[in-house]
């Protein structure tokens, strides 16, 4: 069964950085990406990474890095120069393919629990 755990959240000041992990089971996914929701919104695409590369939304690119370790099956966030903006829960999400092909988060089949950010200004 495959199955995906993010860990590595927590409570930063703004300026901070965190490093979001996330540990995949059950087979080596291509296809990965980081969203986001902060309460009261819709759920947000942060980055994904596949055989073509990676890609990131506007709000993170620059301060976000999103990488993939296929020996020990894990994704990761790293996220620098944070802002009380980038409070939300963070997601790690996965699909069957070599490639993402989309952002749109229906695309993705396989989702972990989800692991919380607060950035305080």
């Known amino acids: 069964q495959f199955q995906l755990a993010e860990s590595g959240g927590g409570s930063v000041q703004a300026g901070g950085s965190l490093r979001l992990s996330c540990a995949a089971s059950?087979?080596?996914?291509?296809?990965m990406a980081w969203f986001r929701q902060a309460p009261g919104k819709e759920r947000e695409w942060v980055a994904t990474?596949?055989?073509?590369?990676?890609g990131y939304a506007d709000s993170v690119k620059g301060r976000f890095t999103i990488s993939k370790d296929n020996a020990k099956n894990s994704l990761y966030l790293q996220m620098n120069s944070l802002k009380p903006e980038d409070t939300a829960m963070y997601y790690c999400a996965s699909r069957r393919t070599t490639y993402c092909a989309g952002t749109y988060d229906g695309l993705f089949g396989y989702w972990g629990q989800g692991t919380q950010v607060t950035v305080s200004s």
């Open positions: 059950g087979y080596t996914p291509y296809c």
């Open positions: 990474i596949d055989s073509a590369g990676s």
